[in-house]
C-alpha cells in the first residue's frame, strides 16, 4: 500500500495543500497545533470512511467554508488508485458525503472497505482500555470493516432496525396498540446481530492469539495479555435462536425502558493483564504497552488477511521513546510506507538515511 499524492482543500485548517509523501517513513514535524494530525486524519479517513477522532464531519469542514475535500492517490501493488471525499453542508446540522474511488461514486459506504488499508497509533487510543465499551466495539468495528466489507453493511443494517425497534417501544410504552411487531424486529435484530456477533468473536480469537505473543515479546515474556469477548450470547451453538429467545424474555422490560438493551451493540472486549482487568489494574506503562501490542495484531491481521501491508499512521506515538527503543519499534513495524507526526526533527534524524520530512507550519506544509 503506497501512498503518492494527498490534496486537502478546506480540510481542518487547510485552505489548499498538496503532499507528495515517498515510499518509507515520512516524518511530519512541526509545532503543537499547526495540523501535523489533521494529515494523518485526512489518510485515516479516505480508510475507513471514518475520522479517529470525531463522528461529526462538521468538525472537519474548515471554519465558516462550506464543505471539504480529500483525494488521495497511491498503487496497491502496483495497480494506481484514488479516493475522493467530498463533503458539503447542506444545513447547520447535515452533511453531505460523496466518495469517489477511481473517480467513480460509491453506492454505499462500504465499497470503500479495503481500498487503502491503514493502522493508525494515536494518543486517542488509550480511549480502548479507559473509557466506556463503545471504544473498544468502534475499534473492534473499523478492523473488521476494513477486512470484511460484508460486516460493514450487516452493522448498518443492524443499527437501522435497531432504530426502528426504539421507535416501536417508545410507542408501545406511550399505547400504541402493534406490541405484535416487536417479535418481527426481534427476528430481524437476531438475524443480522448474529451475524455480527460471529465475526467479533472469530476476530476476538485472532486478535487474541497475536496480541499475547506481541506482548509477551515486548515484555521479554514477563506480562501475560489476553482479550476476550463479552457478549450476551453464551451459547454459540445455536446462536441466532438464542439471541431470539433472549430477546423474548426482555421484551416487557425494552418497552419500560423504551429501548433495546440486548445484543452486539452492548458487546464489550475485556482486556486481562496477569489475570486483572488492565483498565484498573495496570499502571500507565503497561497500558500503553497493552494498547501497542493490540495495535500491532490488528496490522498482522490486515496483512494476513488481505496479503498488503497496510500504510502506518504514528501520532506521536513514539515520541516517549528514547532512540534504541524507536529503532527497535521501527524493525518490528514492516511496512511499505509510514507516517510519523512529532514536534522536534533532529529526534529522528540520525535514525535512518532513507527519511523524507514534511515541514508543517499554520497549516501549510513544505518538503525539506
Ligand atoms: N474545522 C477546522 N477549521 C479550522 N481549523 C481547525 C479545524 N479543526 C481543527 N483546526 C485547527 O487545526 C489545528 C490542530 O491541528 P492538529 O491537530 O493537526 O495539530 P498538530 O500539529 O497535530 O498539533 P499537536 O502537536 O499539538 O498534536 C488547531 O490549530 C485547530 O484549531
Ligand atoms: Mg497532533
Redesign the pocket.
Known amino acids: 500500500m503506497l501512498i503518492e499524492n494527498i490534496v486537502l482543500k478546506?480540510?481542518?485548517?487547510y485552505e489548499y495543500q498538496e503532499i507528495s509523501p515517498k515510499k518509507g517513513i515520512n516524518i511530519?514535524y512541526?509545532?503543537?497545533?499547526?495540523?501535523?494530525?489533521?494529515?494523518?486524519?485526512s489518510i485515516f479517513l479516505c480508510s475507513t470512511a471514518r475520522s479517529h477522532r470525531t463522528n461529526k464531519d462538521?468538525?472537519?469542514?474548515?471554519?465558516?467554508?462550506k464543505g471539504y475535500l480529500i483525494k488521495i492517490e497511491g498503487k496497491r501493488d502496483d495497480e494506481p488508485f484514488s479516493i475522493d471525499i467530498n463533503c458539503t453542508k447542506i444545513t447547520s446540522k447535515t452533511n453531505k458525503r460523496i466518495i469517489k474511488v477511481n473517480d467513480i461514486s460509491l453506492t454505499r459506504t462500504g465499497q470503500l472497505m479495503g481500498v487503502l488499508n491503514s493502522v493508525m497509533f494515536s494518543?486517542e487510543d488509550l480511549t480502548i482500555i479507559k473509557e466506556g465499551p463503545s471504544e473498544r466495539r468502534r475499534f473492534l468495528d473499523i478492523l473488521i470493516s476494513q477486512i470484511n466489507p460484508s460486516y460493514f453493511y450487516a452493522l448498518q443494517e443492524y443499527f437501522k432496525i435497531l432504530k426502528q425497534k426504539n421507535a416501536l417501544l417508545k410507542n408501545i410504552y406511550e399505547g400504541g396498540k402493534n406490541k405484535d411487531l416487536i417479535e418481527i424486529y426481534n427476528q430481524k435484530q437476531a438475524k443480522t446481530g448474529i451475524k455480527i456477533i460471529k465475526e467479533r468473536k472469530n476476530f476476538i480469537e485472532q486478535i487474541n492469539i497475536k496480541a499475547k505473543q506481541n506482548h509477551y515479546d515486548i515484555t521479554k515474556g514477563i506480562e501475560n495479555l489476553e482479550i476476550k469477548y463479552e457478549c450476551d450470547i453464551v451459547d454459540f451453538s445455536n446462536e441466532e435462536n438464542e439471541l431470539y429467545k433472549a430477546l423474548e424474555k426482555i421484551t416487557e422490560k425494552e418497552i419500560k425502558i423504551q429501548s433495546s438493551i440486548l445484543g452486539p451493540h452492548r458487546d464489550d472486549i475485556e482486556i486481562i493483564l496477569d489475570g486483572m482487568n488492565i483498565k484498573d489494574y495496570g499502571s500507565q506503562g503497561q497500558q500503553r504497552t497493552a494498547i501497542l501490542s493490540l495495535k500491532f495484531a490488528e496490522m498482522q491481521i490486515i496483512k494476513e488477511k488481505t496479503g498488503k501491508k497496510p500504510v502506518l499512521l504514528l501520532?506521536?506515538a513514539l515520541s516517549e521513546l528514547d532512540l534504541l527503543r524507536k529503532r527497535t519499534l521501527l524493525d518490528k513495524i514492516d511496512t511499505k510506507q509510514t507516517f510519523i507526526?512529532?514536534?522536534e526533527k533532529r529526534k529522528y534524524m540520525t535514525l535512518d538515511d532513507n527519511i523524507n520530512f514534511f515541514y508543517?507550519n499554520?497549516?501549510t506544509v513544505k518538503s525539506v
Not at 512541526?30 to 486524519?41: D, H, M, V
Not at 462538521?58 to 467554508?65: F, K, N, P, V
Open positions: 478546506d480540510f481542518r485548517n511530519i512541526g509545532r503543537n497545533a499547526q495540523g501535523k494530525t489533521n494529515i494523518l486524519e462538521s468538525d472537519l469542514i474548515r471554519t465558516l467554508q494518543p501520532d506521536d507526526t512529532c514536534t508543517v499554520k497549516g
